[in-house]
């Protein structure tokens, strides 16, 4: 069965130092894989997305990820931290299959908490 | 583009009434539509899956008759709430797919704001 580990549920870090989120899954074959950010009270917003291709994604706000097939691992990385960037963060993986109807499994979120 | 809109963005109601939330895709055509919920501090769970002029397919546990989700058309999904309960107070979050019509799209979901509902 598909399902996403994060195995961090709360980070704090300081503003200006660099970031790492980590990302494991569990699925068959290679996973479309995602990573949003949720402010409080506030809708999902998408930072990145893996499809195939190159391994090391770019996405908004300065993140990356970089997708380790070896270790099935989809780690988001931020070399350095906004005030703003402080939210929830959540990974999930979506089923690859031909047809129009597709799920996402998400984790249980990692809560960033960024100190000035 | 791929924007979702939920309205309202937030419901206050009391015990017993029921409570219909929409979901729009503003511009694309949706073929399918999900519903999550989510609870305080916690991850999103599916809830159902629609597909455009179909019956939606619930994920184990949740009550179709209390969940009651309409895909009339391409771009409008509504969930309604039957005679809410203060248990049902949530963030409920859907999402929309343009599906296999949009390659570079293809399985990705784009989500809306969210409804606060709280049941007195």
């Known amino acids: 069965a598909q399902s996403v580990t994060q195995p961090d549920i709360h980070i704090t870090v300081s503003e200006g130092a660099s970031l790492e989120l980590r990302c494991n899954y569990s699925?068959?074959?290679?996973?479309?894989l995602f990573w949003y950010v949720q402010s409080p009270g506030q809708g999902l917003q998408l930072l990145l997305k893996y499809f195939s291709g190159d391994t090391l994604v770019q996405g908004i706000k300065g993140f990356e990820a970089e997708f380790k097939r070896s270790q099935s691992s989809f780690n988001l990385r931020k070399p350095s931290v906004h005030w703003s960037d402080a939210a929830e963060y959540f990974c999930?993986?979506?089923?690859?299959?031909?047809?129009?109807?597709?799920?996402?499994?998400f984790g249980t979120g990692t809560l960033l908490a960024v100190q000035p | 583009g791929a924007v979702v809109s939920q309205h309202p963005s937030w419901v206050i109601c009391k015990s017993g009434t029921s409570v219909k939330i929409e979901c729009r895709s503003l511009?694309?055509?949706?073929?399918?539509m999900f519903w999550y919920r989510q609870f305080p501090k916690q991850s999103l769970m599916l809830m159902a899956t629609s597909n455009e002029g179909s019956k939606a397919t619930y994920e184990q546990g949740v009550e179709k008759d209390k969940f009651l989700i309409n895909h009339a058309s391409l771009t409008l999904s509504t969930l309604t709430v039957t005679s809410a309960h203060p248990e049902d107070s949530s963030f409920y979050i859907c999402?929309?797919?343009?599906?296999?019509?949009?390659?570079?799209?293809?399985?990705?979901?784009?989500f809306g704001p969210g409804t606060r509902l709280t049941v007195l």
């Open positions: 999402s929309a797919s343009p599906g296999l019509a949009v390659r570079r799209s293809y399985n990705e979901q784009f």
């Open positions: 511009d694309f055509q949706a073929t399918t």
């Open positions: 999930a993986v979506g089923a690859r299959y031909g047809g129009a109807t597709n799920k996402l499994i």
């Open positions: 699925y068959g074959a290679t996973p479309y």
